[in-house]
């Protein structure tokens, strides 16, 4: 690729070159994410574990969530180039799915796109308000990268909105999601319990 190119789709942002290669034939667009090894998002954390590394003091990658990190990353990298992509994540309880896979996951999804609608989904609404919120916070101290804004007249935090134009919802799956639609949905424990799962 000649510096001119190069030069050109460096100054894409994330989601003006997501388009770009959403447009290409797939071997096309895999061979210019090759070419461009990631440059324009070079200076956001890789994965997910990356992203946790450097929001959670103390944060331990440990082979599971390393593991899991670079499934959620690759499936990303697909939504990212156009395709639909469904992940099931089962772990046991307290092993950091929710912290890696649900709130850390849906940060660095929003700092490499921060115009994309983004939606985290619970059978508790509260519970997934609360991430919402974390998120939130992490954009409103800058963590996420100075390219993330909140936009001022955001709404609340279980719903509220980028200078870009994403969207972040948190709701339950009690709630309704007619009208709203996201880019990525993240589910996290969509049932209350065994009583709840086995219900008609």
Do not use: C
């Amino acid at each position: 690729m000649d510096d001119e190119l190069r030069g050109l789709l460096a100054g894409l942002d994330p989601d003006e070159l997501a388009d770009v290669i959403a447009g290409l034939p797939l071997p096309a667009a895999v061979a210019l994410l090759d070419e461009l090894g990631g440059a324009a998002a070079s200076n956001l954390p890789a994965t997910p574990a990356d992203m946790a590394a450097h929001l959670i003091p103390g944060f331990v990658a440990r082979p599971h969530l390393l593991y899991l990190s670079d499934r959620v990353a690759n499936a990303v990298r697909d939504v990212e180039a156009g395709r639909n992509r469904r992940l099931i994540v089962e772990m046991p309880p307290r092993t950091g799915k929710t912290t890696l896979g649900t709130l850390v996951t849906s940060a660095w999804i929003l700092a490499r796109h921060p115009s994309w609608p983004i939606a985290l989904v619970s059978h508790d609404g509260r519970l997934a308000t609360s991430w919402g919120r974390q998120v939130r916070r992490w954009v409103e101290a800058g963590r996420l990268g100075g390219h993330v804004k909140i936009a001022p007249d955001a709404g609340a935090v279980g719903q509220w909105e980028t200078t870009d134009g994403g969207k972040f919802l948190s709701i339950s799956t009690r709630e309704s999601f007619t009208g709203k639609g996201a880019r990525v949905i993240l589910v996290d424990d969509p049932v209350k319990d065994f009583v709840d799962a086995h219900s008609a």
